[in-house]
């Protein structure tokens, strides 16, 4: 049995999570009394934020031994929904961490969104548990720290993110020290095509209509911006180990082809397959083995053409920022990062226009202090000095 721990269960990525295990338990019996009955995977622990009644009914089919909300405010009604449950509970970052050095599981599922994840990431690596590693974050801002880690405790940081998953696919049985170059996929987002001047007056509900995936409000907006994919070069430069020369991004608005490999001797291999987040998470879950999956498959009679297109980084500047932040390094990415996640909660919010996004991320980096190489107290320090620049 394979027994897991999910932080951010009730959003886009944990919620599939959780549907891949389904999909791998069967007929398994679903009880509230802790027993494991026919399971191929056990859910040992579940972290979410305010959404309490999605939880709650996590809580009674996947019964977990410790669950973590963001406020303790919220335990009253979470009781009342599981009377018969029986769990441990904790709260907060503490929660968080509370949960990754917890060692009744074998791998960490990181679907939290944003910053606030690097921490029990970090605990979870220090306590020799595998990552399956959704949130983009904790590498952009922390990667040096991260993947030295990593190393020092034997640990297996297994990406989740469709691109990267691709990557790593393609990698698979290859050596790595002959990858010429990395190709990004993109979408392009619910705006490709459009000019700046178009952007300026966008509506949040437009920006949230993306043509391919059903993703979280955040990282919706962020493939609108295109910023999503800046994040995922600068993650890719760690999970990888190459160089920013090294990664290209190309749109393929099909969303076919999740990312390629081309090796030194111009050969390219490519990952394809249907929009659908549960592949790479079940990868990522089960890796090196490829287990069964009841999704759309792939008909090549009836794909009418795959095509590609260079990104436009005038417009979608923000892409071009990742690069130039990613190459200067130090605390930049944390504050490329930062930036983004308080501008597009103010977008989300209406407070702000599409195209303020990007600005507000260049004030911030023009504004706020260099430190070269960042200890985890610097970036959780430039973090908040971005968020106090930007009130």
Not at 53 to 59: D, G, M, V
Not at 93 to 98: A, F, P
Not at 168 to 185: D, Y
Not at 262 to 289: C, H, K, N, S, T
């Amino acid at each position: 049995m394979k027994r897991i721990a999910i932080l951010g269960s009730t959003g886009s990525i944990g919620t599939q999570t959780l549907d891949v295990v389904r999909n791998n338990n069967g007929d398994a019996d679903s009880c509230c009394d802790g027993a494991d009955k026919n399971r191929e995977i056990e859910v040992v622990a579940l972290a979410a934020g305010h959404n309490i009644k999605a939880l709650a009914e996590q809580i009674v089919e996947f019964s977990p031994k410790l669950v973590c909300i963001a406020d303790e405010k919220d335990y009253s009604e979470l009781k009342e929904l599981t009377p018969n449950c029986k769990y441990d509970i904790c709260f907060g970052m503490d929660g968080l961490i509370q949960i990754a050095e917890c060692c009744e599981y074998d791998i960490l599922v990181t679907a939290i969104v944003g910053m606030m994840g690097i921490r029990p990431t970090i605990r979870a690596i220090e306590t020799g548990h595998d990552i399956a590693l959704a949130n983009k974050e904790t590498l952009v801002t922390a990667g040096h720290i991260i993947i030295d880690l990593a190393q020092k405790h034997n640990v297996s940081i297994l990406p989740v993110d469709s691109e990267h998953s691709a990557i790593f696919q393609c990698l698979n049985g290859e050596n790595s020290g002959q990858v010429e170059k990395i190709i990004l996929t993109a979408s392009g987002g619910p705006f490709r095509g459009r000019t700046l001047e178009e952007l300026r007056n966008v509506r949040v509900s437009d920006a949230l209509k993306h043509p391919n995936w059903s993703m979280g409000k955040k990282i919706t907006i962020d493939s609108a911006t295109m910023i999503n994919k800046g994040l995922e070069v600068m993650e890719a430069k760690w999970l990888f180990g190459v160089e920013y020369e090294q990664v290209q991004v190309v749109v393929q608005p099909q969303s076919i082809i999740h990312s390629m490999i081309q090796f030194v001797d111009g050969g390219v291999m490519a990952q394809l397959g249907r929009p659908d987040m549960r592949l790479p998470i079940q990868y990522a879950l089960y890796y090196p083995e490829r287990r069964p999956l009841n999704s759309e498959r792939l008909d090549f009679a009836k794909l009418s053409h795959i095509s590609f297109e260079n990104p436009d980084t005038i417009t979608f500047r923000g892409l071009a920022l990742a690069y130039e932040v990613g190459k200067k390094g130090g605390n930049l990415p944390t504050i490329y990062n930062a930036a983004n996640e308080i501008a597009v909660s103010r977008f989300l919010d209406e407070k702000i226009g599409f195209t303020d996004i990007t600005d507000m991320i260049e004030r911030a980096l023009d504004s706020i202090e260099y430190i070269d190489n960042p200890t985890l107290e610097d970036i959780l320090e430039t973090e908040r000095r971005v968020a106090e620049f930007l009130r």
